[in-house]
């Protein structure tokens, strides 16, 4: 069984940063694309960024050159470091396994307000 556990998330003032964790237990993060998505209240949810298994990154156009995803092989975590936050980024994140074992985490809360 596969399982993504977020963590990170907290209540940061605008032009704050913040880092994200996701722990992967039950497959390898090596193997497998990965990703960082959100959800603002009344919004679907958005993808923000994507590491594929041989290491190519994609970003949102939103968060580019804000945000960086990352990936420890060693501790099956992938990261998302965010820098300039600003108050339309307040969102739950969820962490995104693809494949045919797609998984998904519980999320954690971002928000960024003053």
């Known amino acids: 069984q596969v399982q993504l556990v977020e963590s990170g998330g907290g209540l940061v003032q605008p032009g704050g940063s913040l880092r994200l964790s996701c722990v992967v237990s039950g497959s390898s993060i090596s193997g497998n694309a990965m990703g960082w998505y959100r959800q603002a209240p009344g919004k679907q949810r958005e993808w923000v960024a994507i590491v594929t298994s041989y290491g190519s990154i994609t970003y949102a156009v939103d968060v580019k050159g804000r945000f960086t995803i990352s990936r420890d092989i060693e501790k099956n975590t992938i990261y998302l470091q965010m820098n300039s936050l600003k108050p339309e980024d307040t969102a739950a994140y969820y962490c995104?396994?693809?494949?045919?074992?797609?998984?998904w985490g519980q999320g954690t809360q971002v928000t960024v307000s003053s």
């Open positions: 995104r396994l693809f494949g045919t074992l797609d998984s």
